[in-house]
Structures are given as structure tokens and as C-alpha cells.
């Protein structure tokens, strides 16, 4: 399935870009590391990975069709990077074989010119290796081996997983948090209950007034 088709079906009027929270109405906001932590301290690295873990763990089951989408942005002239992602993190080579690409010139908008360079890919979320490919998100800002974009700091990412059975979208956006929206209340009120202490405490009055509106009636 094209992302473009089916973000019209059921995100109508929504672009893949940050901050994910604030630009659809139904959605959570959750902190992941420790604020004022060290990055690499033992605590802080293992919250990030038990946080990630369980909040992918909570809204993909192995079966789910999804749409695994990579945004690379920089200066117009730069070239389709490699960033090997879907080399890494996708198990499967036949999968690997249905990536798509496209150039996207007026996704950012900043008095640079501007390119963002889409690959997205629909696969199972069990033949993701979500894992390594979270805590890969969250060094992502640091001089660490597991970096995605390696040396390069003149270029950034951004990294989707569009579930298309439960109508979901993930944004693990840094090590700071992660954004997950839906296209239906319903879909995200268990976790919203079940993880309510990770809530980024900035946003809760927002998120309370979602997801307890109608119980509260």
C-alpha cells in the first residue's frame, strides 16, 4: 500500500513530520530517557530500552501489516543518502526488495532550501528488528557506534512505523520521547491507562482531556 493513499484514508490531511503529537487529536506523548541523566548511564539506557520495547510491544503484534517509513532531509543538492536502515533492521532480503523511494522538495520549510528523501517500506512488524532499531533512534543525537546517519550532522532523520491493520502511527522522535497517534480513540485507550506513568508530564492535561472526556461523563 502507497503511504501517501493511505495516510488520505484514514489520516486525512496529516504529514509525516515532528512533532507528530501536536498535529493530530487523538494521540500520546511519552517521556523515555531520564531528564538529567547522563546518556550513557547504566539506569538511564536501561529505562530507554524498557520503555521503547513495551510501548512497541503494546500497539504491534508480529502479524500486523505496516508501513516502515525513513524521512532523510538536507540541502536540495544532496543525493539519496544511505543510511542502511532496511539493511540492518528489516530480517528479510525478499522483504527488503519492496522498498520504495521518492523526493518530497516542500516537506520542510526553512530559508534553506530543503530536500527530504522518503524510503518507506511495507512489511510484518515481526520482520522488523524494533529493538536494536529504537535504542538506534535514541543515540541518534550522540557520537555513538549504532548511529544511524554515522558522521555525517549536516543531514537528519526521522523514523515511522505506520501500523495499517490497527491504525497507529509510532515516532520514537529522539531519546527525549515518543509520540503515538491513532486514528480512532479507542485504539489507544489501554495504553493510555496501562503506561499513564511514562506520560510526558507536559502534555498530560491535553491527553487527559482526550482519552477521560467521555468516561468522566
Given at each position: 500500500?502507497?503511504i501517501h493513499n493511505?495516510l488520505h484514508?484514514h489520516?486525512?490531511?496529516?504529514?509525516?513530520?515532528?512533532?507528530?503529537?501536536?498535529?493530530?487529536p487523538?494521540g500520546?506523548?511519552?517521556e523515555?530517557?531520564?531528564?538529567?541523566?547522563e546518556?550513557?548511564?547504566?539506569?538511564?539506557?536501561?529505562q530507554?530500552?524498557e520503555?521503547?520495547?513495551?510501548?512497541?510491544?503494546a500497539?504491534?503484534?508480529?502479524?500486523d501489516?505496516v508501513?516502515?517509513?525513513?524521512?532523510?532531509?538536507?540541502?536540495?543538492?544532496?543525493?539519496?543518502?544511505?543510511t542502511n536502515?532496511?539493511?540492518?533492521?528489516?530480517?528479510?532480503k525478499?522483504?527488503?526488495?519492496?522498498?520504495?523511494?521518492?523526493?518530497?522538495?516542500?516537506?520542510?520549510?526553512?530559508?534553506?532550501?530543503?530536500?527530504?528523501?522518503?524510503f518507506?517500506?511495507?512489511c510484518?512488524a515481526?520482520d522488523?528488528?524494533y529493538?536494536?532499531?529504537?535504542?538506534a533512534?535514541c543515540h541518534?543525537?550522540?557520537k555513538h557506534?549504532?548511529?544511524?546517519?554515522?558522521?555525517r550532522?549536516?543531514i537528519?532523520?526521522?523514523?515511522?512505523?505506520?501500523?495499517?491493520?490497527?491504525h497507529?502511527i509510532?515516532?520514537l522522535?529522539?531519546?527525549?520521547g515518543?509520540?503515538?497517534?491513532?486514528?480512532?480513540?479507542?485504539?489507544?485507550?489501554?495504553?493510555?491507562?496501562?503506561a499513564?506513568?511514562?506520560?510526558l508530564?507536559?502534555?498530560?492535561?491535553q491527553?487527559?482531556e482526550?482519552?477521560?472526556k467521555?468516561?468522566?461523563v
Amino acid at each position: 500500500m502507497n503511504i501517501h493513499n493511505y495516510l488520505h484514508e484514514h489520516f486525512p490531511g496529516l504529514t509525516l513530520q515532528p512533532p507528530l503529537f501536536y498535529s493530530w487529536p487523538t494521540g500520546l506523548r511519552f517521556e523515555i530517557a531520564k531528564p538529567g541523566s547522563e546518556h550513557l548511564d547504566t539506569d538511564n539506557l536501561e529505562q530507554m530500552g524498557e520503555r521503547t520495547t513495551s510501548l512497541f510491544k503494546a500497539v504491534f503484534e508480529k502479524d500486523d501489516n505496516v508501513i516502515l517509513v525513513t524521512n532523510v532531509f538536507g540541502l536540495n543538492d544532496s543525493p539519496p543518502p544511505k543510511t542502511n536502515v532496511f539493511l540492518k533492521y528489516i530480517k528479510d532480503k525478499d522483504v527488503r526488495m519492496k522498498l520504495q523511494y521518492e523526493r518530497i522538495d516542500d516537506l520542510i520549510e526553512e530559508e534553506d532550501e530543503t530536500v527530504t528523501h522518503r524510503f518507506s517500506l511495507q512489511c510484518k512488524a515481526g520482520d522488523i528488528r524494533y529493538q536494536p532499531l529504537l535504542m538506534a533512534i535514541c543515540h541518534e543525537d550522540f557520537k555513538h557506534p549504532t548511529r544511524i546517519l554515522k558522521n555525517r550532522w549536516n543531514i537528519g532523520i526521522d523514523i515511522y512505523i505506520v501500523n495499517i491493520t490497527r491504525h497507529l502511527i509510532y515516532h520514537l522522535y529522539d531519546d527525549r520521547g515518543c509520540d503515538i497517534i491513532s486514528a480512532e480513540k479507542d485504539i489507544l485507550l489501554p495504553l493510555y491507562h496501562s503506561a499513564s506513568p511514562w506520560i510526558l508530564e507536559y502534555d498530560r492535561e491535553q491527553i487527559d482531556e482526550v482519552f477521560l472526556k467521555e468516561e468522566t461523563v
